[in-house]
């Protein structure tokens, strides 16, 4: 061997080296809401970030991670992103479920924004460079009756939106989903153990198309205009309710029924052209892949945080993409600024990219986690840092201890627990 490669040899062990996993630890903090964040460390200095957030159950994650995932990355090499994902994935015998694949997303996001900072490259450009400059993202407008929602969503187009999730209070209810006296910052995780919450049907299928036969008529059919269901119908009751709002153009009815069964669907397609967007609760390409292959949804909800990270949820989309299915990934305040840098790379890249949805952190939240994506005219750009662009304040978030909060539970009016 020439002394030339052996010093290329030398250097490419020492750069090996340096790559090697020292340390990762977990912190849990509240600045307004609960996060687990993952932090990795490498022999060379570099840090990466992860969101392990899993709304009402947070502790469980940390405790996975802790205990089992975080002993068996140091020493390993912070590079091989797949096999580590592997790893974790196959090598474990109890596969998939909400808790492991949020810990596992951790794991990948914080790699890979290790990757980015080791190559001096933001996150979009590993993945394959721009797809499109910016993204598209909608907020969420809500009221606690009609004419409060549309005044809500005017002020959502003031603020530049140019897509908006459209809630409502419902006659004769006193709490409805997405609806929240703080009209920016919506956190439903309300309570130690979960709060009980009356629902109908009935009374709220009824009511939503006169919310947005008012929309329509107050702002015409410029902006985009989205509806959650939040799984709460049978697919007849939703295939009702796409067919009544069909005349005032939905850019989507989200979560019409639960997906546990995938063929469900097929009902709702079968009585309404309204667009179907589902997966915010998948954990993996199994949940949604009898959806994807028989055109059952038009998008595919499923986000970095709880869907196995990037590496996973890039073989989600390109599943997605082979069916003209588009992506239009979770985005609420009990996913961390982490994991909303981390889809926003994503998303830049993405073939087949849709929407995603955007609503704000709190200030706090901010400060915890400052970051580089910024909000212009109805979009979100990511920036060009290295990785995904967002940091932690430890020593900020060492202020913010955790705080138990639970998601709500519905019941129908005779009792019987329905889903939230």
């Known amino acids: 061997m020439t002394d030339d490669a052996l010093a290329v040899g030398e250097i490419t062990e020492g750069i090996e080296k340096e790559r090697i996993i020292t340390a990762a630890r977990v912190v849990v903090c509240s600045p307004g809401r609960n996060f687990v964040t993952l932090v990795v460390e490498t022999r060379g200095g570099v840090v990466g970030i992860g969101d392990a957030t899993l709304n009402g159950r947070e502790l469980a994650v940390a405790t996975y991670l802790e205990e089992h995932v975080c002993p068996n990355l140091v020493g390993r090499d912070a590079a091989n992103i797949e ?24 794991v990948d996001t914080a790699l890979w924004d290790i990757k980015g900072k080791m190559a001096g490259m933001p996150l979009y450009q590993l993945l394959g460079g721009r797809s499109r400059d910016r993204v ?3 907020g969420h407008a809500n009221g606690r009756d009609i004419e409060h929602t549309v005044d809500e969503v005017e002020r959502y187009i003031g603020l530049g939106y140019k897509a908006i999730r459209a809630q409502t209070g419902v ?10 006296g703080d009209k920016m910052f919506y ?17 709220y299928l009824n009511h939503i198309p006169r919310l947005f036969a008012a929309l329509r008529e107050r702002i015409g059919f410029g902006p985009a205009l989205l509806h959650d269901g939040h799984h709460r119908m049978t697919p007849l009751e939703a295939g009702r309710l796409g067919k009544a709002l069909e005349p005032f153009d939905l850019f989507w009815l989200e979560d019409a029924t639960p997906a546990e069964n995938q063929e469900s669907f097929r009902l709702i397609r079968e009585h309404t052209t309204t667009p179907l967007a589902v997966g915010e609760i998948f954990n993996s390409i199994h949940d949604c892949r009898e959806l994807i292959q028989n055109q059952l949804i038009d998008y595919i909800r499923a986000t970095v945080v709880h869907a196995g990270g990037i590496t996973h949820l890039r073989r989600i989309a390109d599943l997605a993409g ?15 600024p982490v994991c909303m840098g981390a889809a926003l790379h994503f998303d830049t890249w993405v073939p087949n990219f849709g929407i995603q949805e955007y609503m704000r952190h709190t200030e706090a939240t901010d400060d915890v986690f ?28 060492a202020r913010y201890p955790y705080e138990p909060r639970q998601l709500p539970i519905a019941r129908l009016e005779d009792g019987t627990v329905w889903n939230w």
């Not at 956190?187 to 009374?203: H, K, Y």
């Not at 082979?322 to 961390?336: E, F, I, K, P």
């Open 136 to 138: 598209l993202v909608y």
């Open 187 to 203: 956190e439903p995780a309300d309570a130690a153990l979960p709060s009980e919450q009356r629902w109908d049907t009935r009374a």
């Open 171 to 180: 006659p004769g209810l006193e709490s409805a989903y997405g609806v929240s």
């Open 83 to 106: 096999d580590i994902w592997q790893f974790l994935y196959r090598g474990a015998y109890w596969r998939r479920g909400a808790v492991t694949m949020s810990a596992i997303a951790a």
């Open 370 to 397: 400052p970051h580089d994506y910024a909000f212009e005219d109805g979009y979100l750009y990511c920036g060009e840092s290295p990785g995904h662009g967002v940091t932690f304040d430890e020593k900020l978030a």
């Open 322 to 336: 082979l069916y003209q299915v588009r992506t239009g990934c979770h985005g609420a305040t009990d996913l961390s």
